[in-house]
């Protein structure tokens, strides 16, 4: 309970960041602002997405050139709805964050599922990214995947 | 557009922290102070060091601190720095020196700015004084006193706070 002799303010902090992408992930947020995803082919075939600097078996270096368009569509590997969105989270009604392995990708990528009802969220629901209006070159460039029957 | 053609390198990564700060008994005490032109610390009953502001207890006795001192608002430059450095949301002009000041009758350092000199003048062992915005002005906040400038004093001697650098 408020003690009315002590004071209390609001105490905000703020660090406007700016952060270097690197490489890849520049690539990768070059490509969502031209509207492509793509994924990473590591030595062993598997294709990563987001995609790696490095690949995870032999620790070497991946290049431009085993860059490949993923998606855009695929597939929720699991998920957890957000019934009560904070004024940071993406979508100002309730939502899943979610994996979803993008078709051609062996990986998953995190992201959010604009689904509408909880009810609708399964292992395995087909999605479709839902892209932003003006692309800048981030992860935001997709608002949010939908499900593919919507 | 040339810049929408530029590969991404950098991204901005904003970060907004929240919080809700609760002064705390002891402190509200001395912020209204502060609102009223006055400085109010604590004097330890084992140690008799005096603290402004005050957190309510001595950190190194352990004990509460339940006496309540007026203090100066004059004192002496320990240590300081002078920013020349811009940073995000900076609200003062750089070159700029921001003071540990002890001031006189305290055993704690306070903070603040040093303005009405050259911020190459600045050094240990200056004498200070407070300037406050006039009364209709202050809050309960060190932004009440708007800077420290120098009295023109002779410089305090070494031993009077070396104990406090």
Request: charge should be negative.
């Amino acid at each position: 309970m408020a003690d009315p002799d002590v004071l209390e303010a609001p105490n905000i902090l703020e660090y406007p960041y700016t952060r270097s992408t690197g490489l890849v992930i520049g690539r990768f947020f070059t490509s969502l602002r031209d509207g492509r995803i793509e994924g990473i082919r590591g030595t062993d075939g598997r294709v990563h997405c987001p995609p790696n600097e490095y690949d995870p078996v032999t620790g070497e270096s991946l290049g431009d050139d085993a860059f490949v368009d993923v998606g855009p569509g695929g597939e929720v590997t699991t998920w957890a709805w957000v019934h009560r969105p904070h004024e940071k989270h993406p979508l100002d009604r309730p939502f899943a964050w979610a994996l979803i392995r993008l078709d051609g990708a062996d990986t998953a990528m995190v992201h959010v599922v604009d689904a509408g009802d909880e009810a609708r969220m399964t292992t395995g629901l087909r999605v479709q990214p839902r892209w932003r209006h003006e692309r800048v070159g981030d992860i935001h460039d997709i608002e949010a995947f939908v499900p593919e029957d919507a | 557009m040339a810049e929408t053609t530029e590969p991404v390198t950098m991204i901005d990564t904003p970060i907004e922290l929240r919080y809700r700060f609760t002064a705390g008994l002891a402190q509200s005490r001395f912020l209204r102070g502060v609102e009223q032109g006055r400085l109010l610390g604590q004097r330890c009953p084992q140690c008799k060091k005096v603290y402004v502001s005050p957190r309510g207890a001595c950190a190194a006795c352990g004990v509460p601190t339940d006496e309540e001192v007026e203090v100066s608002d004059t004192g002496t430059v320990t240590t300081f720095c002078v920013v020349n450095v811009p940073f995000y949301d900076q609200k003062m002009e750089i070159p700029y020196v921001s003071a540990t000041i002890l001031l006189d009758g305290a055993d704690i350092g306070l903070m603040h700015l040093i303005q009405e000199c050259p911020s190459e003048d600045v050094h240990m062992g200056m004498r200070v004084e407070a300037v406050w915005k006039p009364p209709e002005e202050r809050t309960p906040s060190l932004e009440s006193i708007k800077y420290f400038r120098p009295t023109g004093e002779p410089d305090a001697d070494y031993e009077s706070y070396g104990a406090h650098v």
